[in-house]
């Protein structure tokens, strides 16, 4: 048996009481959950990791034309090059022929620098782009980093050492 509805809005098929299109995501960077759609998901918790989730309406930028990579420019960090990261870390690879004119952002990882287009910041899902983040820049504090470092002096004097009683 169908229920009637007593009180309430009548509504077309739900079209006239759309929300704001919102971009909701989780609180946790490492996770990288992400959603855009037109339900309010705050006070929920993510679906992948169970923290919490935070929403925001999406505007678009008329300048860019493209909001989203704003938003992953923002949640991994990345830095414009300017003239002193240009000079710093772009000039050298572009005296070895390297192609870097479409390059317009940078971030600094444990393995140096890492540059980012336009191009392939709209076609690579944030999911993927937090996920390689995650394994670049670790968070190790500089003791953690020294402490690393020096085992591996260490082991490599201990190799070294016992290689050279061991061919006498």
Same mark, same amino acid.
């Given at each position: 048996?169908?229920?009637? @509805?007593? &009180?309430?809005?009548?509504?077309?098929?739900?079209?006239?009481? #759309?929300?704001? /299109?919102? $971009?909701?995501?989780? /609180?946790?960077?490492?996770?990288?959950?992400?959603?855009?759609?037109?339900? &309010?998901?705050?006070?929920?918790?993510?679906?992948?990791?169970? @923290?919490?989730?935070?929403?925001? *309406?999406?505007?678009?930028?008329?300048?860019?034309?493209?909001?989203? +990579?704003?938003?992953?420019? #923002? @949640?991994?960090? $990345?830095?414009?090059?300017?003239?002193? !990261?240009? %000079?710093? %870390?772009?000039?050298? /690879?572009? =005296?070895?022929?390297?192609?870097?004119?479409?390059?317009?952002?940078? #971030?600094?990882?444990?393995?140096?620098?890492? *540059? *980012?287009?336009?191009?392939? $910041?709209?076609?690579?899902? +944030?999911?993927? =782009?937090?996920?390689?983040?995650?394994? =670049?820049?670790?968070? #190790?504090?500089? !003791?953690?980093? +020294?402490?690393? +470092?020096? *085992?591996?002096?260490? $082991?490599?004097?201990?190799?070294?050492? %016992?290689?050279?009683?061991? &061919?006498?």
């Amino acid at each position: 048996m169908k229920r009637k @509805r007593i &009180n309430g809005p009548k509504t077309n098929g739900g079209d006239d009481m #759309k929300n704001k /299109l919102t $971009l909701s995501y989780c /609180l946790d960077e490492e996770c990288g959950w992400e959603e855009t759609s037109h339900r &309010n998901m705050d006070g929920i918790r993510c679906p992948k990791c169970g @923290r919490h989730v935070t929403s925001e *309406f999406v505007k678009k930028n008329p300048n860019d034309g493209d909001w989203m +990579i704003e938003e992953k420019i #923002k @949640r991994l960090g $990345l830095k414009t090059i300017d003239e002193q !990261a240009y %000079h710093e %870390h772009v000039k050298p /690879l572009q =005296l070895y022929g390297i192609d870097i004119t479409k390059w317009k952002y940078y #971030k600094i990882t444990n393995y140096g620098p890492m *540059f *980012f287009t336009d191009e392939y $910041l709209s076609i690579t899902p +944030i999911e993927e =782009l937090m996920k390689s983040d995650s394994k =670049l820049v670790g968070n #190790k504090t500089i !003791a953690e980093r +020294i402490d690393s +470092i020096m *085992f591996r002096i260490q $082991l490599v004097l201990w190799k070294w050492k %016992h290689k050279i009683i061991g &061919n006498k």
